[in-house]
Structures are given as C-alpha cells and as structure tokens.
C-alpha cells in the first residue's frame, strides 16, 4: 500500500543553519505530496504542497520539490528560526476525492538561539 | 480567512461512556475527514465522508465509531464506548475537492 518514510528526528539545529528533513515515498499513481507543521501544542496547519512532478512548493522560506524519480518530497530551508521548532509532517494524496492522508511519522526541529 | 473549528478542545470521560466530538467544516467544502494522533504517534485516518455517507474508513474506525452530519455545518465522530487506548488527539478535516484538506485544531481526549 501507499506509504510515506521521513528521516528519524529529533533534528536539533542553531539559528540561521540550513535545514533538511527527508521524505520519501510509496505510491501506485500520482499523489499530490504535503508537508504539515505542528507547532506545540497546537494544530495541524498545511505548510507547503505540491500536485505534480517537478513542482516546487513553498512557504515562510521552506521549499520542497517533488521528484517522481527518486520518489522523495524532501523539506529545505536555508535559514532556520527559532520559532520553526514544531513537528513537521510529510503526508501524500492519491488524488481521489475523498481519500485519505497518509502521514510519514513526523520530524520534531528544535532549534537553539 | 475561513477555517475548520472543533469543540471541545479537552475531554475528558470515564472508559465506557459515549462522547461525541463536534467539527465544523469550512462552508464551501463537501469533503469531511476525521484523524487521530495517539501522543507522540502519527497522525492516522479514521474516516471520510461525502454526499452524507463514508466513503473510505480505515481498520481503526471499527463499530465502535460513527459519523453524521446533523445538519448543514456540523459533522461528528461519536465514539460508543471509550477505551483506555481511545485516548488521542482526534482532528477534524475539510477540503473542497481532491486537493488540500484544512484541519481544525483538534480535540484532546483522555479516557480514564
């Protein structure tokens, strides 16, 4: 079945240094792929997507592209804050109305001052 | 910006009781989704549901679950009788079509 692997955390980084959580893939089809960010205590909020091969996702100075190749969706930013520190979830789609997301288990960034 | 809200935010209820956890959907979306996220597992899928009937549950969402949408912006999970191991945090999700599904905040159950 349809899975997602990312990188085994916890990621613990100082302020202004360059970030990379990988996220790799399983799918019969073409999911659409999604990072999810969960800050403490909070909520999943939607960070970036991407729909198709090749497509560049960003937001808030994150970045993922989607490779069909290599089957990875891999999370970048080149300067991380301290206020990035959350979980940060790889999660793909199969394209179906309705169907479900299946999540990769979640990368916790801590990031130091 | 419109956004999916859930209530309560904390539950907390004795094992066996029946609790019922409330979502209401971003207004234009048709597509209606309910996760778990046991403390410090994965975010797993419980169940979606579309034009008033599921259309995909997983092995989790045994008899013990339901869903409805009582009425035009309300959509439940009920849950019979709880378990211990029904302690999780269970989020509500909404999406307008096949693309991307917005959760709410979530709801923290204890079942003691």
């Known amino acids: 079945g349809d899975s997602v692997t990312q990188m085994e955390g916890p990621v613990t980084l100082s302020e202004e240094a360059f970030l990379t959580i990988n996220c790799t893939y399983t799918?019969?089809?073409?999911?659409?792929l999604f990072w999810y960010v969960q800050y403490p205590g909070e909520g999943l909020q939607l960070l970036l997507k991407?729909?198709?091969?090749?497509d560049k996702g960003s937001n808030k100075g994150f970045e993922a592209t989607y490779r069909k190749e290599t089957t990875s969706f891999h999370l970048e930013k080149g300067s991380v804050q301290v206020s990035d520190s959350a979980v940060y979830f790889c999660a793909l789609e199969t394209n179906q109305a309705g169907t479900a997301l299946i999540f990769g288990k979640g990368t916790t960034l801590s990031v130091s001052s | 910006e419109p956004e999916v809200t859930q209530t309560p935010s904390h539950q907390v209820t004795q094992m066996g009781q029946e609790v019922i956890l409330r979502c209401v959907p971003i207004?234009?979306?048709?597509?209606f989704y309910w996760y778990r996220q046991i403390l410090g597992q994965k975010v797993e899928f419980l169940v979606s549901f579309y034009n008033n009937e599921i259309s995909e549950k997983s092995e989790i969402f045994d008899d013990q679950f339901s869903v409805e949408r009582p009425d035009g912006s309300n959509f439940t999970l009920k849950i019979r009788s709880t378990k211990l191991e029904d302690s999780a945090m269970y989020f509500c999700?909404?999406?307008?079509?096949?693309?991307?599904?917005?959760f709410g905040p979530g709801t923290r159950l204890l079942v003691l």
């Open positions: 207004s234009n979306h048709l597509y």
């Open positions: 991407a729909t198709k091969a090749d």
């Open positions: 799918a019969t089809g073409y999911p659409s």
């Open positions: 999700a909404s999406s307008e079509s096949a693309e991307t599904q917005y």
